[in-house]
Structure formats: structure tokens, C-alpha cells
């Protein structure tokens, strides 16, 4: 509902502003407003309507629905750790490098080499809106990476 709301109060800047000789950094703010606000309100929409489990894990490997339909296997994954970021955590998954190519992908690639540039290198896996806690999926991501080594 929010991102609605911002999406008009963006558009309002630019009908403000426009034709108007003092309206010229109303419109530039409104349209970066509108598109900032509006990729950001389909991406919710995406995500709210998405249907079926967003986090699988089982001894073939871990899928992340939010970051890609494809199936990280265990042999791609050469480290398993816990980051937090302003007391925020994740569950961190060092990938090897060619697979994480091949991986992420648009948006979350974007977001990906960001947060590398930032300290916080791999694929970073929320739990935010998950009905498990970071701690809950960390040991099973550990106890389902065993599972498939052993097999």
C-alpha cells in the first residue's frame, strides 16, 4: 500500500511541475520517483502472489525462489556461514565461482556484486517472511548438505 502511495506522490510532482519554470526538479524527482517506486511496488506484487514454498532444502541441494527457480547444488556450495548486517541475519553460501555466474541473474546479480563491494561476499538467504528463524534454516541447510555428501 505504501509503494502505491509513493507511486502517486511521484506522479504529483510531475503533474505539479510540469510547464512550469521553477516545475523542472519537481518532474526530475517525480520521474525517478515513479520508477524507483514503481519497479519496487512490481516486484511486491510478484513476490505476494508467488504461491508454494519460497526456500526449499533437501540433500539434492537449496533453492531460493526469490533469487532464482534453479537448485544450488551441494557441490556448488564451498562454504556455509551466518552474516549479520545491522542486526539483520542471513544465511551466507559461498559459491563456486562459475556456478554463481550462472546463478544469479537481472536484479539479484546487481544486488549481489553490491553487497560483495560492501564486505558481504556469496549468495545472502534471508529468512524475512519465512516461517523459520535464521538459526532453524542454517542447521538444516548444514544437516541436508551432509545428507547429499553422504550420497
Same mark, same amino acid.
Given at each position: 500500500? =505504501?509503494?502505491?502511495?509513493?507511486v502517486?506522490? *511521484?506522479?504529483?510532482? /510531475?503533474w505539479?511541475?510540469w510547464?512550469t519554470a521553477? %516545475?523542472?526538479?519537481?518532474v526530475v524527482?517525480g520521474?525517478?520517483?515513479v520508477?524507483f517506486f514503481?519497479y519496487?511496488t512490481v516486484v511486491?506484487?510478484r513476490?505476494l502472489g508467488?504461491?508454494?514454498p ?5 540433500? =539434492?541441494g537449496?533453492r531460493?525462489?526469490r533469487? *532464482?527457480?534453479?537448485? /544450488?547444488p551441494?557441490?556448488a556450495?564451498?562454504?556455509? %556461514?551466518?552474516?549479520?548486517?545491522q542486526?539483520?541475519?542471513f ?8 556456478f554463481e ?6 536484479r539479484?546479480r ?5 553487497n560483495?563491494? =560492501?564486505?558481504w561476499p556469496?549468495?545472502?538467504?534471508s529468512?524475512?517472511?519465512l516461517s523459520?528463524?535464521?538459526g532453524e534454516?542454517?542447521?538444516a541447510?548444514i ?5 547429499g555428501?553422504a550420497?
Open positions: 500500500m =505504501a509503494a502505491v502511495v509513493l502517486g506522490s *511521484s506522479a504529483w510532482l /510531475i505539479s511541475g510547464g521553477s %516545475g523542472t526538479f519537481r524527482i520521474v525517478v520517483g520508477l514503481g519496487g511486491i506484487a513476490q508467488r504461491r508454494g519460497v526456500v526449499e532444502v533437501d540433500s =539434492a537449496i531460493d525462489r533469487l *532464482s527457480e534453479q537448485v /544450488i551441494w557441490a556450495v564451498r562454504d556455509i %556461514g551466518r552474516t549479520t548486517v542486526r539483520q541475519e544465511v551466507t553460501l559461498a559459491l563456486d565461482p562459475a555466474q550462472s546463478y544469479l541473474s537481472g539479484n546487481f544486488l549481489q556484486r553490491l560483495s563491494g =560492501a564486505g556469496g549468495v545472502q538467504i529468512t524475512v517472511g523459520v528463524r535464521t534454516l542454517f542447521e541447510i544437516r541436508e548438505q551432509q545428507a555428501s550420497t
